[in-house]
């Protein structure tokens, strides 16, 4: 590898030669000299310095084709950097190509045991001020998942801020700077000027400061959606409200619940039941008509987002007193036990609600009659059939539009990690206290709505942690159970199971391939459980065979308790996202639809859409959406866009494929109003992937392309 070593001058870099470190960093890397080490790895640095608009100097430096290129920054003669009272550190970048670039800045300690890390995106244009907090920071850590979009204009200077920085450093002895490119498979080149350090956080504070307006909209953007005042809140809500009722009404040759009439041979049981007829699997209505389930989960009147403790993010807040009191509250949502929860900072205390403040705006005192009126227009109108999971139950018991209800299994049970546990670890369902919590959720969740046609069904949970992580992952559930404590309930079912099959301890430790003297070594908290491997065939069968027990167990207890407690709606299932073939197979035995929360371009991508044709049972994606940045809030989704257009042209191609497949029976799109900037309250999550936006306005574009891809697939 070619090297190459400059040196700078210490007058450039405040170093004392008398002294093993000094405070400051202080450099330019567009003035060599004598006494700080600069090493090029395979980059290339231009002979002369050049004056940039503005009039500062910088070199270029043509970063080569190779694993690794770098620029390595260190004080000369085993000299160390004191930054003790130092946050951050700036650089002046400027990338000269006519695409963004990524560049990696690692900060080490003399030591080289600790190091900072960060990955910034280089967008083409003007130079800009790189600054990077000197110590581990994250969006997460501000409450939200996603960061401000870089660079921005910071008082006239374009600056690029390391939101995610990794690692940690002794700042008290820095050894040295390093500016790479993973990989880049073309000679790119950056335009580089002055590094040196500061005091505070100024870079950092900036970057997220008076970033959402009074309404709830991030202010650094403009898009066609985005209002200025309350006047114009009002007239775009007035605009709509002209052409809603006569779009909103029924469409000819449907029948009450949205059915196509022109669909025949199907039963008519006065209730939503699930056919197979003609060639494919059908939902019916209770009139005994086609129903291809077209729906909106979280149809909630909610946009709150935590204020406390990060007030400088907001600009003009309305005051917690008046009118406004009400669209404040307090809440708390660690969950240490949730991997969603996670490093999620700001995650208590006082909040606001920007979307029903909003909504007060609108409509004063009556704001939530309005919304409910103009939500079910708008579901009517833009081609939606189904109130999906999470929504407010009032849209439902309007009888306007079909319904969904969501069973949420919770008590002191015991449970089992499966090494994912990103909503929590998984319910023990061999303990009685599960039996007992699924009881009372299902007679909760039935009470008020057994007898009502326009029920479609119920949903059992949520994503549970049916499977682990990693090439293994399939198998994390049965690990999970083996290595829990001693009293599991589901452990204590687990070796009930294998003392039946192997009845000798030693049977099962040569089958196995471990040391086993009694089933009593078994039967201890965190048993090192064996990972399935080729020469032991014996450990994956009997870790399926439970899985399929677990999942048995679970299904048939939930499904026994909705036939008890209510005999006529479909029971659709556990809306898996990681799942396993067994517990896939258990759902379909019991359930009468098997749910998918599916985050892909193609609902066929994101399931085992060939095990279900298998099972011949009917399928319902319960989640989808597509997200993108160019509408206000700073997170794509799950499943991202570069743009609105290519939002409506995803959803259109969605849809399509899920209509044309003969075991669905329906697609819910994943949400009805985007998530705050600053992050909802439950986990961060700040993404564009509402139809509407905070300030209740459809985004015209989207709404158009999802109403034309609904009425194809539902026309007769």
Known sequence: MKRYVLLWPLCLLGLNACHASDASAAMDLSSPSSATHVT???????????????????????FQPAAQPQIT???SDGRTWDWTGKGELRLRVQNAMPWAVTLNVDIDS???????????????????????????ESPRGEGMQAPPPMPFDNHGQLTLVATTVQGSIDLRQVGAIRLGMPAPQAAQTLLLGRIDTAAGEAGLHDAYASIVDRYGQFTRAQWPEKIGGDAALRAAQASEQSTLAKASEKPAGMDSYGGRLDVHDLTATGW?????????????????????????????????????????????????????????????????????????????????DFYAANLYRVDGDRWMDAWHTRTLDRLRAWGFNTIGNWSDASLGRAHRVPYTRPINIAGDYANVSAGYDYWGRMPDPFDPRFVQATEVAVVNASRDVRDDPWLLGYFADNELAWAGV????????????????????????????????????????????????????LDVTAFAAPVPNEPHPAIAADYSAWLRLYADTYFRTVAES???????????????????????????????????????????????AVAIHQLDRPALISEFHFGSADRGPFGKGV??????????????????????????????????????????????????????????????????????????????
Not at 110 to 125: D, R
Not at 487 to 510: C, G, H, N
Not at 573 to 581: E, L
Not at 684 to 700: K, Y
């Open 73 to 75: 920054i260190a004080p």
């Open 40 to 62: 090029l790895s395979q980059v290339q640095r231009a002979a002369t310095a050049e004056r940039a608009s503005d009039g500062v100097a910088q070199q270029r430096y043509a």
């Open 470 to 521: 990693g090439p293994q992952g399939r198998w994390g559930l049965a690990v999970g159970t083996l290595r829990g404590d001693a009293k599991s309930p589901a452990k204590q079912a687990f070796i009930a199971m294998l003392r039946k099959k192997y009845v000798e301890p030693e049977t099962l430790a040569s089958a196995w391939g471990i040391a086993l003297g009694s089933w009593a070594a």
């Open 110 to 136: 003399a030591a080289g045991a600790q190091h900072l890390h960060a990955t910034v995106g280089l967008p083409a244009g003007p130079a800009q001020m790189l600054v990077l907090p000197l110590h581990a």
């Open 562 to 608: 909705i036939r008890r407690h209510d005999s006529h709606h479909l029971f659709l299932g556990g809306r898996f996202a990681v799942n396993t073939p067994e517990a896939v197979a258990a759902c379909a035995q019991y359930c009468d639809v098997v749910s998918f929360n599916v985050y892909a371009d193609l609902p066929q991508h994101g399931f085992d």
């Open 272 to 352: 939503f039941h699930a056919q197979r007829s003609h060639g494919r699997w059908q939902l019916v209505t209770p009139d005994g008509h086609v129903f291809f389930s077209l729906g909106v989960n979280a149809i909630v009147a909610d946009g709150r987002s935590y204020v406390e403790g990060r007030e400088l993010m907001f600009k003009d807040l309305p005051p917690n007193s008046g009118e406004w009191s009400a669209f404040y509250g307090k809440g708390d949502s660690r969950q240490p036990d949730q991997g969603a929860s996670q490093g999620v900072g700001y995650n208590h205390g006082l909040w606001f």
């Open 639 to 716: 499943v991202s866009v570069y743009t609105e257009q290519q939002r409506g042209d995803a959803y259109a191609k969605f849809v399509t494929a899920a209509a044309s497949d003969t075991n669905i029976v329906g697609a819910h799109w994943f949400e009805y109003v985007d998530q705050p900037v600053t992050g909802r309250l439950l986990d961060g999550e700040n993404s564009h992937i509402g139809l509407v936006g905070i300030t209740d306005i459809p985004f015209g574009g989207f709404v158009e392309a999802i109403s034309a891809a609904n009425r194809q697939v539902e026309r007769p």
